[in-house]
């Protein structure tokens, strides 16, 4: 068949808003090549206008204007994809973005450096330089975006081939008033791009390293300006959120419903549903911890058999859209919880519903208030079970913290203040946990019982929006979920 696509996208510049339509481009279906899905090439995965599954390319834009905003004029913010990365040799891993850098261009290819110029209050400059089309490369690697389309689809005001970029970047920050970068403590040696900068590859570098040395005094860190947009998650936000918590908790609850005997069976029966109804695949490695191996937080091995009589453990969720949900559940492997199993459950299932419920703007809490909340009412109920809580017990039987940001990031907005108050559209985790050492301290019939539940969590005004309610935690669902129908499709 020989035709022909048309693709139409808003022109969105820093001179102003979504005014018009840039003269469109034709192009054979033969042709029509990228190094993403967009909703040209995967209709069904993508909605016209999106960039990214859910998320606009005019939310890309004002997310790059309130940056803009924030920063002083004439400055500039600078930012790199992340690298390919390799196991051995030219064997790599799933590509996965730098979620800074996903979060402002939603370009999900290597080798890509963006800058946001900053002109005035009212007008910015976005530059978006990238690996040139190259077929004979792309027949290995897959296809690439192009330097044009850097311009026509992700509205880039400036483009150009990221193997130009020791030309272009020095001229670039040699103009501006103050640089805002992460990169040279973060990425510095890890891939081409951050070879550039390092000035590995001084043949190619054009004198980089030497730019940056210049403007070391002007350079001053982006984190924090990041952090405070990404905190704050938009209603295309929460709806990706939503789909990943929602499809993670009804994978996790139909989990409950299958007899297991070994730790990596339940991993791979995850793993399966979460690559359905269009989500990404696991948003990190699972936790599957059977009997004594829960009060390892970070239990990942996987490889263990599953006793009828214990407990197991799960801590894990898909991504949709770059975005993710974190839920961990417990639950008995024979479907049924002991007495003493019961006992430390329903404690920690009262404190954990107790902490999402303060999880409000109304509440003035912090995530650092919230869990000195949490650890208080979890060890007067330990005591109240018969446990020594002198001195330092608590951390010993519930030793994180009890929540953390999330979003693109299963940690969100690195280096945030968990003392920062509660507001309406900051996505949180709370997940209390015991964790009961075997050892003679603890009363004999808890030692070695571990445990924890965490659900993912919007802030709103007065009530909390739970992104994760399809997970049953209640000990009667749970119980009464065992030999029910599967619904995994």
Request: hydrophobic share 35%; proline share 6%.
């Amino acid at each position: 068949m020989n035709c022909s696509f048309r693709i139409l996208r808003p022109v969105l510049r820093s001179r102003g808003r979504c005014a018009s339509l840039r003269r469109p481009l034709s192009v054979s279906a033969a042709e029509l090549r990228f190094g993403q899905p967009l909703h040209e090439t995967h209709p069904h995965l993508l909605k016209p206008g999106e960039i990214t599954p859910g998320i606009t390319a005019q939310e890309y834009y004002d997310r790059r204007a309130k940056l803009a905003k924030a920063l002083p004029t004439g400055s500039i913010a600078v930012l790199a994809a992340s690298d390919v990365k390799y196991r051995s040799g030219a064997v790599f891993y799933k590509f996965h973005q730098d979620p800074d850098f996903l979060y402002l261009t939603g370009f999900n290819e290597p080798d890509a450096l963006a800058i946001i110029e900053k002109i005035d209050d009212d007008e910015h400059n976005f530059h978006l330089y990238v690996r040139p089309k190259d077929a004979k490369l792309e027949q290995w690697e897959g296809s690439r975006s192009g330097v044009q389309a850097a311009e026509d689809v992700f509205n880039a005001d400036t483009t150009g081939d990221i193997n130009n970029l020791p030309r272009i970047l020095p001229e670039v920050l040699k103009r501006a008033e103050q640089v805002y970068t992460d990169l040279p403590n973060s990425r510095i040696n890890r891939n081409l791009l951050s070879r550039y900068l390092s000035g590995a590859e001084p043949s190619r570098t054009g004198g980089i390293v030497t730019v940056f040395r210049e403007s070391e005094k002007k350079i001053k860190p982006l984190r924090s300006y990041l952090n405070e947009l990404r905190v704050i998650k938009s209603e295309a936000e929460l709806k990706n959120m939503r789909k990943a918590g929602q499809h993670s908790g009804r994978a996790i609850t139909d989990a409950m419903r299958q007899t297991w005997t070994a730790e990596k069976d339940l991993d791979s029966f995850l793993d399966y549903w979460f690559k359905q109804d269009g989500c990404d695949g696991p948003a990190y490695v699972p936790v599957v911890a059977g009997g004594i191996n829960a009060n390892t937080i970070h239990y990942v091995t996987n490889d263990m058999p599953l006793k009828p009589d214990e407990l197991v453990l799960v801590d894990a969720g898909a991504e949709y859209g770059g975005y993710i949900t974190d839920i961990s559940r417990t639950w008995p492997v024979n479907g049924k919880f002991s007495p003493a199993q019961k006992d430390l459950y329903q404690l920690l299932l009262n404190v954990q519903r107790s902490c999402v419920s303060l999880c409000t703007v109304s509440s003035q809490l912090t995530l650092d208030r919230l869990h000195r909340i949490a650890s208080r009412t979890l060890a007067d109920g330990l005591k109240d079970l018969g446990f020594d809580m002198s001195n330092d017990a608590i951390e010993k039987i519930f030793p994180h913290h009890v929540g953390h940001y999330v979003g693109l990031d299963v940690h969100d907005s690195p280096g945030l203040t968990r003392g920062k108050a509660f507001e309406k559209g900051m996505c949180v985790t709370v997940e209390p946990g015991i964790y009961v050492p075997d050892d003679e301290r603890w009363p004999a019939w808890a030692r070695g019982i571990g445990m924890r539940i965490e659900d993912s969590v919007c802030v709103d005004a007065d009530s909390p929006y739970i992104l994760t309610t399809e997970a049953v935690k209640e000990i009667d669902d749970i119980e009464a979920l065992k030999g029910t129908e599967s619904r995994l499709h």
